[in-house]
């Protein structure tokens, strides 16, 4: 069982059985949700996956897209589309243990920033994996 929190531990998460994937995504979207020059997701079946806490709040930032995050501290919690249905995105930093995320590969590494320099033999994707 896998366990994450937001900030102040209102919003929290759990899922069991095995990650469909882990990555870092590169894109514009994906980076301003976060404010981050990347981000790092762990992809998990929804059948596996519960909220536990406060039920987060979403923002639909595109058709089919929704961002979930706390509305008490703001913290973005997963990403969940229509285009991955079955799955939910948790943010890798939301983890109780963040240091055992093991990424696999990026995508969208077209548009890493430039001055941004990640030292790692992953393979990169110039667009979504899939």
């Known amino acids: 069982m896998s366990k994450g929190h937001c900030l102040c531990g209102s919003v929290s998460w759990e899922y069991s059985g095995p990650e469909t994937w882990a990555c870092f995504c590169h894109c514009d979207t994906c980076r301003r949700n976060c404010a981050a020059p990347v981000v790092a997701f762990i992809g998990v079946r929804l059948d596996h996956f519960k909220w536990t806490g406060q039920t ?30 079955g799955e939910i995105h948790l943010y890798a930093a939301s983890l109780e243990n963040p240091q055992e995320f093991k990424p696999e590969f990026h995508v969208h590494y077209e548009h890493t920033l430039d001055w941004l320099h990640m030292a790692d033999d992953l393979p990169k994707y110039p667009n979504s994996k899939t």
């Not at 987060?56 to 249905?85: L, N, Q």
């Open 56 to 85: 987060p709040k979403y923002y639909a930032s595109s058709k089919g897209v929704k961002r979930h995050f706390c509305d008490t501290c703001g913290t973005p919690m997963a990403f969940e589309a229509e285009h991955y249905a």
